[in-house]
């Protein structure tokens, strides 16, 4: 995972920036981080004086913990999360973005899934009264 908007509190060391980053997903999204669960945690580039804050790099050894952090990652206050993808993968994902929004134009699902697009037609059929028409009848 990729957080690039996480705020340096006058941390030193890597287990002070753990014990932020778990003190921020227990208060906003109500998930807490275990020392076990995170492989690696570290900040990228060097410190600089008045400018923005580093960005952050964690990977987990649980990828169920990760998928959860992902899915509630709106709660977050004051934090952005994405996933960490390569140059090469970004940009293909950057160059399928205007088929995408076209595909959502039209009324079809669609989604980015690692480096390639899924479209899905809308659902319009009522499956659940369907069956529920074939449990009756017997």
Same mark, same amino acid.
Do not use: F, M
């Given at each position: 995972m990729f957080l690039p908007q996480c705020k340096e509190e006058g941390e030193n060391s890597t287990a002070e920036l753990f014990k932020n980053i778990n003190e921020k997903f227990k208060r906003d999204i109500n998930i807490k981080l275990e020392k076990n669960d995170v492989n690696?945690?570290?900040?990228?580039?060097? /410190?600089?004086?008045?400018?923005? /804050?580093? /960005?952050?790099?964690?990977?987990?050894?649980?990828?169920?913990?990760?998928?959860?952090?992902?899915?509630?990652?709106?709660?977050?206050?004051?934090?952005?999360?994405?996933?960490?993808?390569?140059?090469?993968?970004?940009?293909?994902?950057k160059a399928l973005q205007p088929q995408l929004l076209e595909e959502r134009k039209k009324g079809n699902i669609a989604y980015l899934k690692y480096d390639k697009i899924?479209?899905?037609? /809308?659902?319009?059929?009522?499956?659940?009264?369907?069956?529920?028409?074939?449990?009756?009848?017997?």
């Open positions: 690696k945690l570290n900040r990228l580039g060097k /410190p600089k004086a008045g400018t923005n /804050p580093r /960005p952050v790099l964690c990977s987990h050894l649980s990828e169920w913990k990760k998928k959860e952090i992902l899915k509630s990652k709106k709660n977050l206050n004051g934090i952005y999360v994405s996933e960490d993808h390569s140059k090469e993968v970004l940009g293909k994902r899924i479209i899905k037609e /809308p659902n319009t059929n009522n499956d659940k009264s369907k069956r529920i028409g074939q449990l009756i009848k017997r």
